[in-house]
């Protein structure tokens, strides 16, 4: 069992910073060999895609919304995944998850994605 456990968000201005942390354990599971993701969930939209990260953290990907305003990141002595979130926007306002990958290549499909974290609610106000 793999559980994933995400915390730091909240309701905040638009222009202010969220960090969130996304917990990792289980009996089997091996952090340090998973790529690791972000995804989020808008209101009354489909989830997408946000980052992900190689199990080194020698690779990330981005979505274009995204790309060049957060930084995704990962701690494998900590079993931890992070998502840095500065400048944010009314429209990041959604649930963000995170999600492990055991594939090799860093992907954007959900589908590719073998467990996820419940979910963590992040609300931007103009």
């Known amino acids: 069992q793999v559980y994933l456990q995400e915390s730091g968000g909240g309701s905040v201005q638009a222009g202010d910073s969220l960090r969130l942390s996304c917990a990792a354990s289980?009996?089997?599971?091996?952090?340090?060999?998973?790529?690791m993701a972000w995804f989020r969930q808008p209101p009354g939209k489909e989830r997408e895609f946000v980052a992900a990260?190689?199990?080194?953290?020698?690779?990330?990907l981005y979505a274009d919304s995204v790309q060049g305003r957060f930084t995704i990141s990962r701690d494998n002595a900590q079993n931890t995944l992070s998502l840095e979130m500065p400048s944010l926007k009314p429209e990041d306002t959604a649930v963000y998850y995170c999600?492990?990958?055991?594939?090799?290549?860093?992907?954007?499909?959900?589908?590719?994605?073998?467990?996820w974290g419940q979910g963590t609610r992040v609300s931007v106000s103009s």
């Open positions: 289980g009996p089997t599971f091996v952090f340090s060999l998973w790529a």
């Open positions: 990260i190689s199990w080194a953290g020698s690779r990330t």
């Open positions: 999600a492990a990958d055991s594939g090799s290549t860093l992907v954007r499909d959900e589908e590719e994605y073998d467990y």
